[in-house]
């Protein structure tokens, strides 16, 4: 019998970016909040348009930022105790020019050893797509585009990793699940198998 294959997204979903969006934008005059939120509300408290949204993506996800940043809490416990179970595929929007230093921020974290393959799909892939074309069982992101497409009949399950504190509207969504934490989605994995 083959093992479970689960795709997971790295920033956001096992890479904390928050703390450096957060800080990013209290440089610039705004309080975003402590826990995590989504582009709409951010662009909303801070009045701004996307491109400045976008001012902050270049500078938080620059090579220097991306090798500072630490572990989602959580998340390195749970790879270790679903690697013994399934194959781990790192699947990145990252265009594949970052594949080096994300290889650096993998080993730096020490993870190497719970991942099977590591896929860079670039800012024009599709990760449903690609786990459909791949024969992924479970693609965990945390972002709700990557999981509520739209004009998919889809054959994998799918996980959003919220570690906010706001109630999205798709909470309920029976398409897919929600946690906030790696424990809990480690807990879901291991029963299912």
Known sequence: MSRCKVAID???????????????????????????????????????DTNFYLEMVKDVYSDDSIIEHKLVEGVKE????????????????????????TLKWIKNNDLYQYI??????????????????????????????????????????RILFNSSKITLKNNNNPKFKTYSMWKDIADYIQLKM
């Open 116 to 157: 099977n393959n590591l896929v860079f799909i670039g800012d024009e892939g599709n990760k449903i797509e690609w786990c459909s074309k791949h024969a992924i069982d479970i693609l965990i992101d945390d972002d709700i585009r990557h999981l509520a497409p739209k004009n998919y009949n889809l054959k994998f399950e």
């Open 10 to 48: 790295i920033g956001g979903t096992i890479e904390d970016t928050w703390e450096y969006k957060r800080n990013w934008f209290m440089q610039k005059g705004y309080d975003i909040g402590s826990s995590p939120i989504g582009r709409r509300e951010i662009i909303s408290i801070t009045q701004r």
């Open 78 to 101: 749970a790879l270790q105790n679903i690697s013994k179970i399934v194959d781990i595929t790192l699947l990145s929007s990252r265009n594949y020019t970052k594949k080096e230093l």
